[in-house]
C-alpha cells in the first residue's frame, strides 16, 4: 500500500499530515510513504528526516502516483482531488459541511474520505483524537498569545515598590482547549475564573487550580461530551448573566464551539466596551464566526482601549508539536483500516464508519448527503 503527504496548500497553513518518526513507523508496518518535496519544511522537519526513515521524498505528481491513501491536515481543494487517482482514499480534517464542492469532488473520483472532526468521542477512538490534540495546542497558544499582548503582568509581583496583582482571566468553554488555556494561564500566575455551559467541567475546571463561575443556567450537555447547540433564548441569558464576569476581567478567552456549526455569539460589543482600557480578548473560535462580536479573523481590533484577538488556524502557530500529534493520531487511526501493509478498511467498525463521508463514490455521511440534496437544483 502506498500512502501520500502532499504539501499543505491552505494560506498559513505551516503542519505537516506525517512526520518523520510516524513515517518510519509506518514503513515498519509495511506501507509505501512518498512525501512530496518540502512538505515538512514548515514544520521544520526537513526531507533528509524522511529519507532516514525509509520514506520516499518527490514531486507531487509522483507522490501522488499509485498512491492508495493520501493523508493532509486541511481539506483538499477541488483541483487537488482531480489529481488524486480513481478510488483514491483520503484522511484529513475534511469538515464536509463547509467542503460540499471537494466532496463532490470526491464522488467523481469514486473516492473514500475518512474526516478526522467527524471521528466518534468514544474512548476507544481517544488514541486518534485528533480534534482535541489540536485543541491542547490552540489553547496553549491562546494563554500566550493573551499574555503577549496584555500591558500588565500575569503573576503577582512582590518588590521593593510595591505589589504588582496578578491578572484576573476568564476562559469562556472548558473543553479541551479551555482547560489548556486554563493550566497555561494558571502557570504564568494568573487568578483564573472559567465558565462551561456543562455543569461536569466544574470539577475539570477546579482540578487546575481555578474557580468555576456558576451563572444558575440550566446545563447543556451534548453527545460525545461536546456542548449542543444553545438556542436563542439561553445564549441571550447567558450574555446577559457573563457580561460582569467579562468587565471585571482583565483577560477573557473563549473556545466555545459545536462541532460543524457556527460558533455561538459569547462576547458582544456592549461587554467589551465595559472592559478596562488594556484589557484583552483572545477568540479561538474566530475560524468558526467567532465568540466575539468584533473578532476578525487573523487581525487584532482595538476598540476602546481593548484588544480583541482573532485566533486564526491556532495548531498552525506550533507547527512541530502540532504535527506530531496530528500524525500520532493519523497513524492509529490508520491501524483500523490497514492490515499486513494492505487497506483493508472494517466499516462494522463505529469508529471507520462514524468518520467516514465518503465510500467508493457514494455519500455515506447523513447531513452531508442532506446538504448536498438541498444543493441541488
Same mark, same amino acid.
Given at each position: ?39 515538512? &519544511? $514548515?514544520?521544520?522537519? @526537513?526531507?533528509?528526516?524522511? !529519507?532516514?526513515? +525509509? #520514506?520516499? %521524498? =518527490?514531486? /507531487? ?98 518588590? &521593593? $515598590?510595591?505589589?504588582? @496583582?496578578?491578572?484576573?482571566? !476568564?476562559?469562556? +468553554? #472548558?473543553? %479541551? =482547549?479551555? /482547560? ?198
Amino acid at each position: 500500500m502506498k500512502l501520500a503527504v502532499p504539501t499543505e496548500t491552505r494560506p498559513g497553513e505551516r503542519r505537516v499530515a506525517v512526520v518523520p518518526e510516524v513515517a518510519g513507523r509506518m514503513v515498519g508496518a509495511g506501507i509505501e510513504v512518498a512525501v512530496q518535496s518540502g512538505a515538512g &519544511a $514548515a514544520a521544520h522537519f @526537513p526531507d533528509g528526516a524522511y !529519507l532516514d526513515k +525509509g #520514506a520516499t %521524498v =518527490a514531486d /507531487l505528481t509522483s507522490v501522488l502516483e499509485g498512491a492508495d491513501v493520501v493523508v493532509r491536515v486541511q481539506a483538499p481543494t477541488p483541483e487537488e482531488v482531480r489529481r488524486c487517482g480513481e478510488g483514491t482514499t483520503l484522511v484529513s480534517f475534511l469538515q464536509p459541511a463547509s467542503q460540499l464542492p471537494v466532496v463532490r469532488g470526491l464522488l467523481a473520483q469514486k473516492a473514500t474520505a475518512f474526516s478526522l472532526d467527524l471521528l466518534p468521542r468514544i474512548s476507544r477512538a481517544q488514541s486518534m483524537d485528533a480534534l482535541s490534540s489540536q485543541a491542547t495546542v490552540s489553547g496553549y497558544l491562546a494563554a500566550l498569545a493573551a499574555a503577549q499582548r496584555l500591558p500588565k503582568f500575569f503573576p503577582m509581583f512582590m518588590t &521593593a $515598590a510595591g505589589t504588582v @496583582p496578578p491578572a484576573k482571566v !476568564l476562559v469562556l +468553554g #472548558a473543553g %479541551v =482547549a479551555g /482547560l489548556q488555556a486554563i493550566a497555561t494561564a494558571r502557570r504564568l500566575g494568573a487568578q483564573v475564573r472559567a465558565y462551561d455551559v456543562r455543569a461536569a467541567a466544574k470539577e475539570e475546571v477546579q482540578s487546575l487550580g481555578a474557580a468555576f463561575v456558576e451563572l444558575g443556567l440550566e446545563t447543556q450537555e451534548g453527545s460525545g461530551g461536546y456542548a449542543r447547540e444553545q438556542s436563542q433564548e439561553f445564549l441571550a441569558r447567558q450574555r446577559e448573566l457573563i457580561g460582569n464576569e467579562v468587565a471585571a476581567s482583565d483577560v477573557v478567552i473563549t473556545t466555545a464551539a459545536v462541532p460543524g456549526r457556527k460558533a455561538p455569539l459569547l462576547v458582544t460589543t456592549a461587554m467589551v466596551e465595559r472592559m478596562a482600557e488594556g484589557s484583552v480578548v483572545v477568540d479561538m473560535a474566530a475560524d468558526g464566526g467567532g465568540n466575539v462580536e468584533l473578532t476578525e479573523p487573523g487581525a487584532d481590533v482595538e476598540h476602546n482601549g481593548v484588544t480583541v484577538h482573532g485566533m486564526a488556524n491556532p495548531p498552525s502557530g506550533l507547527p512541530t508539536h502540532a504535527s506530531f500529534l496530528y500524525a500520532r493520531n493519523v497513524f492509529n487511526f490508520l491501524s483500523l483500516i490497514v492490515a499486513e501493509g494492505e487497506l483493508r478498511p472494517d466499516f462494522d467498525d463505529e469508529v471507520v464508519a462514524g468518520c467516514c463521508v465518503v465510500r467508493a463514490g457514494e455519500v455515506v455521511h447523513a447531513e452531508t448527503a442532506q446538504l448536498l440534496a438541498e444543493e441541488s437544483p
